[in-house]
């Protein structure tokens, strides 16, 4: 017993060290291969509110640049809704909504790590929840991963464990979209199969398998496309339309039908079993 | 004086948090060279102090950047492996002179004291990257990224310890 309790005190430092080295290893390997830590994010209100504080003096600077591009979207739209045919138009009936739509800012953006997250102002008080898409006027730009009160953390499609589904728009060939962690202007479409017609500059928009986000919402253009090892299926490389170093307004999409998508879907892998 | 250390080195601990997460994470210098000056704590920290609690507060210090920067425990795994070994850093750059009471930092030569310093920022990026990037298919995406970014950090750190060096006595 004397000598246990001698070589924990000769040796307390060491174990010390492990102790902390193994509880960083633990925390650091869970959110390899699973979500990223429920504790150890930037939606807390520590960081949240430091982030907003600092987005709050610093966004004056891009103001002009971001109303033209928000004018520009507002342009487009407004265009769509005056040159839709009258029967078209749907009663704004609450039951027939599939989605609902939140707004939001990047507070804290990052694209120079292989797993790259977003913070945004937006959290459960304005109804924001785990597996919302986030997009921006541009396109495409993550999935909500954490939340708090009043922030959250956006796993960004700059992310080695992103993984979309996302089609070619002509001819609806789907594939998965995501990032080889090289290039933050580019991403890979795979699983796209070998007899599809491709050319480059074809656009490529998010897929309807999705229950995250809406169909055809842009993502990007085709750069160059090669067949992959097994050569059966393409391995595209998208040039986003988004500039990722420069995002600051966004929009929060909640699909109202997801709970009974995922509980279709869980029913009829249960029954095939 | 104990106090007047204590309050410095929360300070220090406070603005190189703010430090790091406010301005160079967000470099981006060519895209992808962030670099990482909050390992001048442990260049700063006293040498004479209770080695239990160093560790313990350099553990702290990674957590709350890895908070801040959403990079898992990256930061804590590194620094807390900095830390320890520090001690025989020390000992491998300084001899056995930094076991003396009377040894100070600033009365070493400029040359060991940027070996120090580089040795803490390599053996800090080495293993903040091959935890990050972790696979062995890119050992070279490691090399590159812990030169690049290690370099840059080194530059940083000592313009920053010549800025804010303390006088000399």
Redesign the interface.
């Known amino acids: 017993m004397q000598q246990i309790i001698n070589f924990l005190i000769r040796y307390k430092i060491f174990l010390l060290y492990l102790l902390l080295l193994f509880i960083s290893l633990v925390f650091t390997f869970q959110s390899h291969s699973y979500h990223q830590s429920r504790f150890l994010n930037s939606a807390n209100y520590v960081s949240g509110t430091i982030y907003a504080f600092f987005d709050n003096t610093t966004s004056y600077f891009g103001l002009r640049e971001e109303n033209e591009r928000l004018l520009r979207e507002n342009q487009r739209l407004r265009y769509q809704l005056y040159n839709k045919k009258p029967e078209a138009i749907q009663p704004l009936d609450s039951l027939e909504r599939n989605y609902l739509v939140v707004r939001g800012r990047v507070i804290k953006n990052s694209y120079a790590d292989q797993r790259n997250y977003i913070t945004i102002n937006k959290g459960r008080k304005d109804s924001v929840e785990q597996d919302m898409g986030v997009i921006t006027t541009r396109g495409i730009l993550g999935i909500v991963e954490n939340t708090s009160n009043g922030f959250s953390t956006v796993q960004s499609i700059l992310n080695e464990k992103s993984n979309i589904n996302a089609k070619i728009k002509n001819s609806n060939h789907f594939g998965s979209l995501i990032w080889d962690s090289k290039d933050y202007n580019t991403v890979q479409l795979i699983d796209i199969p070998r007899l599809v017609q491709l050319t480059i500059g074809d656009t490529i928009v998010t897929g309807a398998m999705s229950s995250i986000f809406p169909e055809n919402i842009p993502i990007g253009i085709i750069k160059k496309f090669d067949l992959d090892t097994s050569k059966n299926f393409y391995r595209i490389d998208v040039s986003l339309f988004n500039d990722m170093t420069n995002i600051n307004n966004v929009y929060i999409i909640k699909n109202l039908n997801r709970e009974e998508i995922l509980e279709l879907q869980e029913e009829t892998e249960s029954n095939d079993q | 004086m104990i106090n007047s250390t204590f309050f410095i080195n929360v300070l220090r601990f406070v603005l190189l948090i703010?430090v790091q997460?406010?301005v160079f994470?967000r470099l981006?210098f060519f895209?992808?060279?962030?670099p990482m000056v909050y390992v001048l704590f442990l260049y700063w920290y006293p040498i004479k102090k209770n080695?239990?609690t160093f560790?313990?507060i350099c553990?702290l210090l990674?957590?709350l950047i890895?908070?801040?920067?959403?990079?898992?425990?990256?930061n804590?795994?590194a620094t807390?492996?900095i830390?320890?070994l520090r001690p025989s850093i020390m000992r491998f750059v300084f001899g056995v002179n930094y076991e003396f009471q009377s040894f100070k930092l600033n009365s070493a030569t400029k040359a060991q004291q940027f070996t120090f310093l580089a040795l803490l920022i390599v053996v800090h990026h080495v293993i903040y990257f091959t935890?990050?990037?972790?696979s062995f298919a890119n050992v070279l995406l490691i090399f590159k990224k812990s030169i690049a970014i290690g370099t840059a950090s080194i530059i940083l750190c000592l313009l920053f310890s010549s800025l804010f060096s303390t006088r000399k006595e």
């Open positions: 703010l997460v406010l994470n981006n895209g992808f060279i962030n080695r239990t560790i313990l553990f990674g957590l890895d908070v801040f920067s959403d990079t898992m425990a990256l804590a795994a807390v492996t830390a320890y935890l990050e990037i972790f």
